[in-house]
């Protein structure tokens, strides 16, 4: 009779501490991971980047891209491919194809151009579809011309000043009328409008900038008081963009 329960003792114990993992577990359940904290762990180990520093993921600049002068373009038809081709935007801001002929495509966006010549191809083709891919991005650029250095044009950088590219044109001359620096900014028909800058309060009293240039704009430094934008255009601006149109009655400064 010992001896049995002799051999029962051994298998009580176990089942003991059996039941007391149980209870154990029974009332402690896992807590949930929060990711958050993994998170904030993470971005507080030494050495971790600020998010705030960390590049800008990239942007898909293809949607809000309007096409420029001296862009290239791949203009590929998808059930025609001998009448691919590739071909630059002209100065005047046109393309000629086999099946349209000439096209205004300054200002457009690729998906815009990719309608239009679907559309001006449809009497001679059956149902064309068009991809337009822009395979290389003409330099952007803004013109410096009058009294200074190296009159031209810039490339233009991002949030670039009037101040900015007259200095890459080598600054200004010593006959500069800086208080009647005109800017001109050409309108989607080729037509400019104009307005003058007082650089004087910009370089000798350090009133900030505010104003941006941007593609195809003109600043034209004069040596004496502008009153009138035509014969700016006309007569000197014409000589450092041969490609403008004709400036019409009716451009006068903003003052």
């Given amino acids: 009779m010992r001896s049995q329960e ?8 176990v ?21 958050n904290d993994i ?9 971790a980047e600020p998010a705030a520093l960390l590049p800008a993921p990239p942007q898909n600049t293809t949607d809000g891209y309007h096409i420029q002068a001296y862009d290239e373009l791949h203009v590929r038809f998808t059930y025609q491919p001998e009448l691919n081709e590739q071909i630059p935007v002209r100065p005047d801001g046109r393309i000629s194809l086999a099946t349209t002929g ?13 309608r239009l010549v679907e559309q001006r191809s449809s009497h001679r083709l059956r149902k064309p579809e068009v991809v337009i891919v822009v395979t290389k991005v003409a330099e ?12 031209g ?8 000043t009037p101040l900015q590219a007259v200095l890459q044109s080598g600054g200004f001359r010593p006959t500069a009328k800086l208080d009647s620096v005109v800017l001109m900014t050409p309108g989607p028909d080729g037509r400019f409008s104009a307005a003058r800058m007082n650089m004087d309060q910009v370089v000798n009293d350090g009133v900030p900038e505010r104003v941006r240039l941007h593609p195809g704009d003109v600043v034209y430094v004069p040596r004496t008081w502008i009153a009138d934008a035509n014969i700016v255009v006309d007569q000197y601006v014409r000589g450092l963009i041969p490609a403008l149109p004709r400036v019409g009655v009716g451009y006068s400064l903003s003052q």
């Avoid at 002799?6 to 114990?13: G, I, K, S």
């Avoid at 998170?39 to 050495?47: H, R």
Wanted: negative net charge.
């Fill in 6 to 13: 002799r051999q029962r003792a051994p298998w009580a114990l």
């Fill in 39 to 47: 998170a904030a762990d993470a971005a507080a180990e030494p050495g």
């Fill in 102 to 114: 000439e096209i205004a495509v300054i200002g457009l966006t690729p998906t815009e151009l990719e």
């Fill in 153 to 160: 044009y810039v490339v233009l950088q991002r949030d670039m």
């Fill in 140 to 151: 952007q650029r803004a013109y410096i011309g009058g009294e200074v250095l190296r009159p």
């Fill in 15 to 35: 089942a003991t501490m059996i039941a007391v993992c149980a209870a154990a577990c029974a009332t402690h359940h896992p807590q949930p991971v929060d990711t």
